[in-house]
């Protein structure tokens, strides 16, 4: 099992940046690939990014792409979100989440899930 916190989140304006963490702890946290994930209120929850668990390949909802970069730090165990050009629509409460099944990630179904962090992006 993996633990997943995640930190940054707050209050931004339409056009600003923000930059999520994710800290895991736990065994093999390295060999998990990562993926951050969103709800807004009344919505369901929505894939954002991946991230392979060698760093080799990222994947982006077409929604946030060219606007958010996913990225990951082994050696600190950590997993970030950059998020920039943000606009109303982006805010949601973000998870972390890992799982060793790159498939079971995409499908929004894996195994570690953080507790969230808020997004809110003001008009």
């Known amino acids: 099992q993996v633990q997943l916190v995640e930190s940054g989140g707050g209050l931004v304006q339409a056009g600003g940046s923000l930059r999520l963490s994710c800290a895991a702890s736990?065994?093999?946290?390295?060999?998990?690939?990562k993926a951050w994930f969103r709800q807004a209120p009344g919505k369901e929850r929505e894939f954002v990014a991946a991230?392979?668990?060698?760093?080799?390949?990222?994947e982006y909802a077409d929604s946030v792409k060219g606007r958010f970069t996913i990225s990951r730090d082994n050696a600190e165990n950590t997993v970030s979100l950059q998020m920039n050009s943000l606009k109303p629509e982006d805010t949601a409460v973000y998870y972390c989440?890992?799982?060793?099944?790159?498939?079971?990630?995409?499908?929004?179904?894996?195994?570690?899930w953080g507790q969230g962090t808020q997004v809110t992006v003001s008009s």
């Open positions: 989440a890992a799982d060793l099944s790159l498939r079971d990630l995409r499908l929004g179904v894996p195994s570690n």
């Open positions: 736990g065994r093999t946290f390295s060999t998990y690939h």
């Open positions: 991230i392979t668990w060698d760093g080799t390949m990222t």
